[in-house]
């Protein structure tokens, strides 16, 4: 089983631009896809992005299609969310999450979770 932690959150003005890391234990990580999500008070978890084992197949949500880039370092067992061009509506709780394969992943079927970590973009 893998654990996941996020790091890379904070405040930053509408046009800046974050990374957000998420650091992977075990040995397995390289075999799961990986996904961020995120969650706005009062909203529900939106799928922002995910990316197969091999980086090879990457999605992204239309809300931060050209905005957003999700890559993973295998051998570091991490990966990362490139966030430019914040805007206040991308403010939320950032949580990354693995799944078994890049078909789960798709189906939303994700096994560990991180704890997430906060983005906050003001105007």
């Known amino acids: 089983q893998v654990q996941l932690v996020e790091s890379g959150g904070g405040l930053v003005q509408a046009g800046g631009s974050l990374r957000l890391a998420c650091a992977a234990s075990g040995r397995t990580f390289s075999s799961y896809a990986m996904g961020w999500f995120r969650q706005a008070p009062g909203k529900d978890r939106e799928s922002v992005a995910r990316?197969?084992?091999?980086?090879?197949?990457?999605y992204y949500a239309d809300s931060v299609k050209g905005r957003f880039t999700i890559s993973r370092d295998n051998a570091k067992n991490t990966v990362y969310l490139q966030m430019n061009s914040l805007k206040p509506e991308d403010t939320a709780v950032y949580s990354c999450?693995?799944?078994?394969?890049?078909?789960?992943?798709?189906?939303?079927?994700?096994?560990?979770w991180g704890q997430g970590t906060q983005v906050t973009v003001s105007s």
């Open positions: 999450a693995a799944a078994g394969s890049w078909a789960q992943a798709a189906r939303g079927n994700y096994n560990t």
């Open positions: 990316i197969s084992w091999s980086g090879g197949n990457t």
